[in-house]
């Protein structure tokens, strides 16, 4: 029987929510699965996963084979490089407490990228917030000097209409 590590798709219509499984190759994508090693929600900037990295790393070994999105989602958190570090450790090219050691400097210097990445984004919004800010700032302020201009030509043109009726009817009471 081969294994395949693969995506099931989960969620509703447009909003897709997949968990990351080991599934025999013959079963059908939504179907029948052997494990649930995680799961992956794409809807979320940036993408949220949640990876059981040992078990992942343990389907590896045993010889399952991930589609092409699921080897970039074990790649992005660490599974592939975890099976690589326990092949050397097998081989005995180094020492689990080695191949620990480099697993955790690799996922503090991936966790730095992905903060940075957050925090980035985070900037551009507030950044973007500010500007939407400042130019609705400046529309309002254009709009509220027309308002007044308009409201000062209309009062001129009120007192100019006022003015020469009261001379009128000075006129007409000397008269």
């Known amino acids: 029987m081969s294994v395949k590590i693969r995506l099931q798709r989960h969620g509703k219509k447009g909003k897709p929510f997949y968990w990351v499984v080991a599934a025999d190759a013959r079963a059908k994508r939504d179907g029948k699965f052997l494990?649930?090693?995680?799961?992956?929600?794409?809807?979320?900037n940036p993408a949220t996963i949640d990876l059981n990295i040992d078990a992942?790393?343990?389907w590896l070994f045993n010889g399952a084979q991930p589609t092409d999105t699921a080897k970039a989602i074990l790649s992005y958190k660490g599974a592939l490089l975890k099976h690589h570090?326990?092949?050397?450790?097998?081989?005995?090219?180094?020492?689990?407490?080695?191949?620990?050691?480099?697993?955790?400097?690799?996922?503090?210097e991936k966790a730095n990228k992905v903060g940075a990445k957050v925090s980035g984004l985070a900037d551009n919004k507030a950044a973007a917030k500010a500007a939407a800010l400042a130019a609705e700032k400046e529309v309002n302020?254009?709009?509220?000097?027309a308002?007044?201009?308009?409201?000062?030509?209309?009062?001129?043109?009120?007192?100019?209409?006022?003015t020469p009726e009261?001379?009128?009817?000075?006129?007409?009471?000397?008269a």
């Open 85 to 108: 570090l326990n092949g050397g450790v097998r081989k005995g090219a180094l020492t689990q407490e080695q191949a620990d050691a480099k697993f955790a400097a690799w996922l503090d």
């Open 147 to 162: 308002a007044a201009e308009a409201k000062a030509a209309a009062e001129t043109a009120n007192a100019e209409e006022a």
């Open 35 to 44: 494990e649930k090693i995680g799961t992956y929600n794409p809807n979320t």
């Open 56 to 58: 992942a790393a343990k």
């Open 166 to 174: 009261v001379e009128e009817n000075t006129e007409e009471t000397e």
């Open 141 to 145: 302020a254009k709009r509220i000097a």
